[in-house]
C-alpha cells in the first residue's frame, strides 16, 4: 500500500513538474504579465471613483448607421467637467468593424459624438473616463436595431440588407425561420458588384466555438450568389446565430439570424 501511496504521489510532481515547465517555457507564464500591478491599479481607480460618487447615464437604444451617442457624468460634487472620455465600438464577431470615436464635452458633464453602428446586430461598447484622479472604465453589449428611414421598405422575412464597406449586401435564407440540422439556402445579391472572385459566408455563433462552419457561393445567372450551409445545434439552447458573407476585397457584412426550435 504504502509503494501504491509513493508512486502515486511521486506520478504527481512529475506532473506539475512538467506543468510548471511548460508553462514557463511559453511566452505567457502562468500568469498574466504584471497582473499585480494591473489589478491594484485596478482596485485604486474604482475606490476613487466610489470616493467621488461618480455615475454615467448612456442612452438605453441604439441604432445602426450613424447615431448620436451621448453620456452625461456626475459626481457628488456635480457635473464632471473637463473630462477626456472615449468611447469604442467592438462587434462580437471581430474586430474587422471596430472603431473609437473621441466625446466632445457640449455643456458640463454631458459628452457626445457621433457615431457609426454599420450594420444591425449586437455589439460590445466600453466607455473609457478620464479626468485627473478618476479613470473609469465601462463595458457593456447592445443590440443595435436596423435604421429605418422614410425610404426604406420593409424587408420581408428571412431578408437581410447591410453594408460590407462601401459595397451593399443583401442576403436571404430560406425556408424561413431556419431551423438547426436542416439545409438552409443562402441567396447573396450584391447591387454593382463587378470582381470576378465569389463571395462566401461563414456561420458562427457569438461569443462561444462552435467550430469552422464555411462553404462558398457561386454566381447563377441570374446574378445571384447561392449556396448551402447548415446551422448546427448548441448544447446550451442557445439560438442567436451570425452569418458572415465575405465580399473579396470588400469586407465582410455580418447578419443576425434566429433559429426557431
Excluded at 471613483?49 to 438605453?60: C, F, N, Q
Amino acid at each position: 500500500m504504502r509503494r501504491l501511496v509513493a508512486a502515486i504521489f511521486a506520478g504527481f510532481a512529475v506532473l506539475m513538474a512538467a506543468t510548471f515547465y511548460v508553462a514557463g517555457r511559453s511566452g505567457d507564464g502562468l500568469v498574466e504579465r504584471n497582473y499585480y500591478e494591473s489589478a491594484t491599479n485596478e482596485f485604486t481607480d474604482r475606490e476613487e471613483e466610489a470616493r467621488a460618487g461618480l455615475s454615467m447615464t448612456v442612452p438605453d437604444r441604439y441604432l445602426a448607421g450613424e447615431s448620436r451617442f451621448a453620456v452625461a457624468l456626475t459626481t457628488a460634487a456635480g457635473p464632471l467637467r473637463g473630462a477626456r472620455a472615449t468611447l469604442i465600438a467592438m462587434r462580437t464577431s471581430g474586430t474587422e468593424e471596430d472603431r473609437s470615436f473621441t466625446l466632445r464635452e457640449e455643456s458640463p458633464g454631458n459628452y457626445a459624438a457621433d457615431i457609426l453602428l454599420p450594420f444591425p446586430g449586437q455589439w460590445m461598447l466600453s466607455l473609457a473616463v478620464d479626468a485627473g484622479r478618476i479613470r473609469a472604465r465601462r463595458r457593456w453589449t447592445v443590440e443595435a436595431s436596423p435604421a429605418a428611414g422614410p425610404s426604406a421598405s420593409p424587408l420581408p422575412p428571412g431578408a437581410f440588407r447591410a453594408h460590407a464597406g462601401s459595397q451593399e449586401v443583401r442576403l436571404s435564407v430560406s425556408p424561413w425561420p431556419p431551423r438547426p440540422m436542416r439545409d438552409l439556402s443562402f441567396a447573396v445579391e450584391l447591387p454593382g458588384y463587378t470582381g470576378g472572385a465569389t463571395p462566401h459566408v461563414e456561420l458562427s455563433m457569438p461569443g462561444m466555438e462552435m467550430g469552422r462552419n464555411r462553404f462558398p457561393l457561386s454566381r447563377g445567372a441570374d446574378g445571384f450568389f447561392r449556396g448551402t450551409g447548415v446551422i448546427v445545434r448548441c448544447a446550451s439552447g442557445r439560438k442567436d446565430w451570425e452569418a458572415a458573407v465575405t465580399v473579396p476585397g470588400g469586407g465582410k457584412a455580418v447578419f443576425r439570424i434566429d433559429v426557431a426550435d
